[in-house]
């Protein structure tokens, strides 16, 4: 399995970035995918996640009504759209697949496979 995640880059606050996450090596469409991101001296915490194509979202609170993800099955790609971006958005973000129960929708412990990572630094 093979998540490559890309998108990342360095941008001012206010701004706008979307991440992709391709994925190869697995049937993608039944598995949940997530992002998560890792900021210098801090753990790794979960951002996104969605389990199929037009289900429930899942967002931490710090991200909720600004970021949004997406997937296209047809594409083996997730998206996480990133809008009005703030400084403390900056890390490095990981896209990540699973088969998570509902209760780690959330939860690094539901993902099993994850990508190499992409930086997102945003600038005030």
């Known amino acids: 399995v093979q998540l490559q995640a890309f998108g990342g880059g360095l941008v001012q606050a206010g701004d706008s970035l979307r991440l992709s996450c391709a994925a190869s090596?697995?049937?993608?469409?039944?598995?949940?995918m997530g992002w998560f991101r890792q900021a210098p001296g801090k753990e790794r915490e979960f951002v996104a996640s969605l389990r199929y194509s037009g289900g429930p979202t899942y967002y931490s609170g710090s991200v909720k009504g600004r970021f949004a993800i997406s997937r296209d099955n047809a594409k083996d790609t997730v998206y996480l759209q990133m809008n009005s971006l703030k400084p403390e958005d900056t890390a490095v973000y990981y896209c990540?697949?699973?088969?998570?129960?509902?209760?780690?929708?959330?939860?690094?412990?539901?993902?099993?496979?994850w990508g190499q990572g992409t930086q997102v630094t945003v600038s005030s």
């Open positions: 990540a697949a699973g088969t998570p129960i509902i209760s780690e929708i959330m939860k690094r412990s539901g993902f099993g496979y």
């Open positions: 090596g697995l049937t993608f469409s039944r598995y949940a």
